[in-house]
Antibody, heavy 118, light 107 residues
Framework: EVQLLESGGGLVQPGGSLRLSCTAS????????MSWVRQAPGKGLEWVSA????????MYADSVRGRFTSSIDNSKNTLYLQMNSLRAEDTAIYYC???????????WGQGTLVTVSS | EIVLTQSPATLSLSPGERATLSCRAS??????LAWYQQKPGQAPRLLIY???NRATGIPARFSGSGSGTDFTLTISSLEAEDFAVYYC?????????FGGGTKVEIK
């Protein structure tokens, strides 16, 4: 069974940094691209970042480009999202998701909450 | 950026009724559209991809149709567990985008 487990969320001040992790199991992690998708409280879904299998290619939403960085560690079956220069509008549940087919998301982790507030 | 507009925002129906949800794209996405279901406190779940293909384990009462700019998710006969929020998503071009969602609630 494919499982994705996010961690690293929490409360951070505006301008601060946080690193999220997504630990995968149940599939050959190094063979699949991954994505991050976020959901602000009570709002809809927003794609944040995608990374190719192997990590050599990344894509970002305009809202986070230059501030967020996705990376992978295949030895640990783990996806990361380094978030710098955080803003109040980055407050959201952050989900990691395994790429299914070409840029569909299946399955998703349970999410980790990031709150940016002073 | 391709904007996806879902309608209606809320759909009030009774169990056993047919649900028809719409997703309209600001430009053609050919058939590169998916549908997700999200229940309160849970992560989204992939239902339909490439406009009309059901994901693994998804019941046959869920079906998708459409191409170009207009897409439909149909739930043929609503069951209690189907009351949730539904999102469409396109992968035709970057950035990947989602619609704003349709909430299917019990009437």
């Amino acid at each position: 069974e494919v499982q994705l487990l996010e961690s690293g969320g929490g409360l951070v001040q505006p301008g601060g940094s946080l690193r999220l992790s997504c630990t995968a199991s149940g599939f050959t992690f190094s063979s699949y691209g991954m994505s991050w998708v976020r959901q602000a409280p009570g709002k809809g879904l927003e794609w944040v970042s995608a990374i190719s299998a192997g990590g050599d290619s990344t894509m970002y939403a305009d809202s986070v480009r230059g501030r967020f960085t996705s990376s992978i560690d295949n030895s640990k079956n783990t996806l990361y999202l380094q978030m710098n220069s955080l803003r109040a509008e980055d407050t959201a549940i952050y989900y990691c998701a395994k790429r299914f087919g070409v840029n569909w998301f299946d399955p998703w982790g349970q999410g980790t909450l990031v709150t940016v507030s002073s | 950026e391709i904007v996806l507009t879902q309608s209606p925002a809320t759909l009030s129906l009774s169990p056993g009724e047919r649900a028809t949800l719409s997703c309209r794209a600001s430009q053609s996405v050919t058939r590169y559209l998916a549908w997700y279901q999200q229940k309160p406190g849970q992560a989204p779940r992939l239902l339909i991809y490439d406009a009309s293909n059901r994901a693994t384990g998804i019941p046959a009462r869920f079906s998708g149709s459409g191409s170009g700019t207009d897409f439909t998710l149909t739930i043929s006969s609503l069951e209690a567990e189907d009351f949730a929020v539904y999102y469409c998503q396109q992968r035709s071009s970057w950035p990947l985008t989602f619609g704003g969602g349709t909430k299917v609630e019990i009437k």
